[in-house]
T-cell receptor, first 111, second 113 residues
Framework: GENVEQHPSTLSVQEGDSAVIKCTYS??????FPWYKQELGKGPQLIID?????GEKKDQRIAVTLNKTAKHFSLHITETQPEDSAVYFC??????????FGAGTRLTVKP | NAGVTQTPKFQVLKTGQSMTLQCAQD?????MSWYRQDPGMGLRLIHY???????DQGEVPNGYNVSRSTTEDFPLRLLSAAPSQTSVYFC????????????FGAGSRLTVL
């Protein structure tokens, strides 16, 4: 089955700096790559996703890039704010019903 | 619109006890699933359902049972709780099975002593 690896496990940045989280996947059939944000005591919420027919997608300060050849995708957050502090999960899925998640990255944005 | 509702939020069990975690969604979603979240291991799929009457195993199904008698409800049963099942459990749903956006519940924290 699919295996998703996520790095780094923790990331600390100064407010206003950029943050980058990277994930790799193993199954070349995977075609859907969402990113979820989890705040303390809550369930994960989708923040952005990308499908395999697209190389990059942006939504305000958040962007995701996908390299299908290398089987990796990344989350970029620019102009970070304290409210961006949370745990971020990447995931990969194909047409099967099995969405696999990375281990998570705890992002801390220092004011 | 409530989304995905999980109960209870917290539960403490003794080894060998049984219990059911409840999950209900009001979005008429076809697909429902259960994940467990453990430190450093992300979210791991336990069981899922692509529609009423249909369930299947995920990555870590041992020790858990599920059923899907209605579109709205997808309970997770622990038959004989073990300390290794101490975790935070999340129910998630999607309008359709396959590669689609999941909507998560708020989670149920289970401790097995």
């Amino acid at each position: 089955g699919e295996n998703v690896e996520q790095h780094p496990s923790t990331l600390s940045v100064q407010e206003g700096d950029s943050a980058v989280i990277k994930c790799t996947y193993s199954d070349s059939a995977s075609n859907y790559f969402p990113w979820y944000k989890q705040e303390l005591g809550k369930g994960p919420q989708l923040i952005i996703d990308i499908r395999s027919n697209v190389g990059e997608k942006k939504d305000q300060r958040i962007a995701v890039t996908l390299n299908k050849t290398a089987k990796h995708f990344s989350l970029h957050i620019t102009e970070t704010q304290p409210e961006d502090s949370a745990v971020y999960f990447c995931a990969a899925s194909s047409r099967s019903n099995d969405m696999r998640f990375g281990a998570g990255t705890r992002l801390t944005v220092k004011p | 619109n409530a989304g995905v509702t999980q109960t209870p939020k917290f539960q403490v069990l003794k080894t060998g006890q049984s219990m059911t975690l409840q999950c209900a969604q009001d979005m008429n979603h076809e697909y429902m699933s259960w994940y467990r979240q453990d430190p450093g291991m992300g979210l791991r799929l336990i069981h899922y359902s692509v529609g009423a009457g249909i369930t299947d195993q995920g990555e870590v199904p041992n020790g858990y049972n599920v059923s899907r008698s209605t579109t709205e409800d997808f309970p997770l049963r622990l038959l004989s709780a073990a300390p290794s099942q101490t975790s935070v459990y999340f129910c998630a749903s999607s309008y359709r099975s396959g590669a689609n956006v999941l909507t998560f519940g708020a989670g149920s924290r289970l401790t097995v002593l």
